[in-house]
C-alpha cells in the first residue's frame, strides 16, 4: 500500500467519522451545548453540517461537556 492510499484513506475514514458525528450532533445535541435552550432552525442546522463535519473531535468533546453537566 502506498503513502498516498494510506493518507487517502485516513482522510476518507476522518470525514466518515465527521459527518456521522455532525448528523447526530445537528439532530440531537446542538440545543445542549448552547448556554440557555433556544431552538435552533433546520437551514441553521444545515448551515452547521460542514463544520461540525471539519471540527467533529471538537465538537463531539463539547457535546460530552454539555451532558456531563446537566
Do not use: N
Request: charged share 10%; hydrophobic share 60%.
Amino acid at each position: 500500500m502506498s503513502a498516498g492510499a494510506l493518507v487517502l484513506g485516513a482522510l476518507a475514514a476522518y470525514a466518515a467519522v465527521g459527518l456521522a458525528t455532525a448528523v447526530a450532533f445537528v439532530t440531537l445535541g446542538v440545543t445542549r451545548v448552547l448556554p440557555r435552550p433556544v431552538p435552533v432552525t433546520w437551514p441553521a442546522r444545515i448551515l452547521l453540517i460542514p463544520g461540525a463535519t471539519a471540527l467533529w473531535p471538537y465538537v463531539l468533546g463539547r457535546w460530552v461537556c454539555a451532558v456531563r453537566r446537566r
